[in-house]
């Protein structure tokens, strides 16, 4: 049997960092995944919020590297699990349990030069942009201006 299940979204509050009675950490966080098809009339995305948990070292990653907004992927398992409320009341939860977590955009620097790390502001603005099609003729023109250097007296110009 296979209980295996991926999920990238962005997380919709910071990680929640607990121990438990054992000194085992443990980080709780939910992610907002968007649905690949829109409804029928309006066209609009949904979106799901999925409950996750990490355990020991990755609860630890989780909690230092990623904060609300953050894009996160999740690899683990899906856990249903039943328990009784502060009321009595008898309720179920489904949750990943992430085994693997990876960051689903790449690194941004704050003003500190710290990266990713709670507490730093994120430029949001900063993006990647792929290099032009004019910047690799420019390149390839520049690399063919180069002179060949003989050396056959082994000597270096320099």
Known sequence: MLNHIVIMGRLTRDPELRSTT????VASF??????DYGNRDSGEKQ??????????STADF?????TKGSMIVVSGRLQIRDYTDRDGNKRTAAEV???NVYFGESKRRDDSGDYGSRGGDYNRSETYRAPSRDSFE???????????IDDADGELPF
């Open 30 to 35: 939910s992610v907002a995944v968007d649905r």
């Open 97 to 99: 349990v992430a085994d």
């Open 47 to 56: 979106t799901d919020f999925i409950n996750c948990v990490a355990w020991r």
């Open 22 to 25: 054992s000194g085992i950490n």
């Open 62 to 66: 989780v909690n230092k590297y990623f």
């Open 138 to 148: 420019n390149a390839r023109k520049q690399a063919s201006s180069f002179q060949e």
